[in-house]
């Protein structure tokens, strides 16, 4: 959607050629710090290509990475659709953590078909609560959703500092982190289910959690273009004026989009911790539900979209590590710039090129009338 919230721009060019144009930049911005160390651009790119995609394990854990994007690109773009700028899906994953942890541990001897589902309600309603009352501030106090999410992510992570040094600290460990799940509430990688199956996959962390972010993108997409309710929480972010001309209340779904936000965010801890950490960490989160704000906006809220940018993000990620092992040159540091710079084009100078793109298309119409 066009910052003026008119789109002046073909469908095509707005979803398709403005963030390619903002990610080629971004990149050619990335290559000129590559050549001032020395080394070659083209050469890096390979690198970093053939580090996520080079081999069915490589693309595994791109894919792993991009799990993570999927569930807090989803969170970010549902809060954008009703109008609020969720930034807080990291405290949001960080206390869903919380919740499933809870089941996990507590629940554990359970079967796995009633543990799964119980862990995901769990860190859900953890997530969802944790998004709803910055939702409720902004809706009946008038309190800023991008202020109250930050300093709801530090509120989260001092809790959780707190609960892992003082609590749930596993018994006789200096490290602050809960004891390991029992094997029972491990999420199944991909590999295991396929070698039931008499297939050979490579031994990655992509779990199951992987098709739950796809099965979230499309129940998503059905919410929001087929549900009377998604259509609510749409023009309440067009226009929340006529939302109330319409009989709809904008504090309801203000409210509704924030704890749906959280729960989606939430989702992460599936793949982090029940798929692979298999116990609660410090800082497990990792930054990606800040990453999750330009997934959501390189991929223009659209699930399509969003699934495109988290395996870009994933590849960044995954190929990024490559990169920094075969060129010594190119630090962890400066793949951290590379993504930095994506991240920046993508999503604060997201319509940077926009009035250019406008003027060259409306030229173009006028010559071809």
């Known amino acids: 959607m066009a910052a003026s919230g008119v789109r002046r721009l073909p469908a095509w060019a707005d ?31 390979g690198y970093l290509v053939r580090g996520a995609f080079g081999n069915a394990e490589m693309l595994s854990w791109t894919l792993f990475y991009a799990t993570n994007f999927v569930f807090t690109g989803l969170a970010v773009a549902i809060a ?33 078909f009633l543990v799964l589902p119980l862990a995901m309600i769990g860190s859900a309603l953890f997530g969802a609560a944790w998004g709803f009352v910055p939702g409720w501030l902004q809706a009946r106090r008038g309190s800023h959703i991008v ?41 199944p990688e991909l590999w295991q289910i396929a070698e039931r199956f008499g297939l050979s996959l490579p031994e990655t962390p992509l779990n199951l959690s992987f098709l739950w972010a796809l099965i979230c993108a499309f129940l998503f997409w059905l919410f929001l273009t087929r549900t009377r309710a998604g259509f609510e929480l749409r023009v309440v972010g067009r226009n ?35 798929g692979s950490q298999h116990r609660l960490l410090l800082n497990f989160t990792g930054g990606y539900g800040f990453v999750g704000i330009a997934v959501a906006l390189m991929g223009r809220n659209h699930p399509i979209g969003i699934i495109l940018a988290a395996i870009l993000f994933g590849a960044l990620y995954q190929g990024g590590s490559e990169l920094a092992f075969d060129m010594p040159a190119i630090t962890k540091d400066m793949v951290v710039v590379v993504q930095g710079l994506v991240i920046l084009f993508a999503g604060a100078l997201e319509h940077f090129f926009r009035p250019t793109l406008e003027r060259l298309f409306r030229r173009s119409m006028m010559v071809a009338a």
Not at 162 to 182: D, H, K, N, Q, T
Not at 249 to 263: E, F, N, R, T
């Open 80 to 112: 954008f659709h009703a109008g609020l700028f969720n930034i807080g899906a990291e405290g949001q994953a960080y206390i869903g953590g919380l919740g499933l942890t809870l089941v996990c541990l507590y629940l554990g001897d359970l079967p796995f």
């Open 147 to 187: 202020i109250t999410t930050i300093m709801f992510n530090f509120i989260a992570a001092s809790i959780m500092t707190y609960l892992l040094v003082y609590v749930l600290i596993r018994p006789g460990s200096s490290s602050p982190e809960s004891a390991m799940f029992p094997e029972n509430t491990w999420l």
């Open 15 to 45: 979803y398709g050629l403005l963030p390619l144009l903002n990610l080629a930049v971004a990149f050619l911005i990335a290559g000129l710090v590559v050549v001032a160390l020395g080394e070659s651009p083209l050469e890096a790119s």
């Open 240 to 274: 929340d004026q006529a939302a109330v001309y319409a009989g709809i209340s904008p504090a309801k779904w203000q409210m509704m989009a924030m704890a749906l936000s959280g729960a989606l965010a939430s989702f992460i801890t599936l793949n982090e911790i029940m």
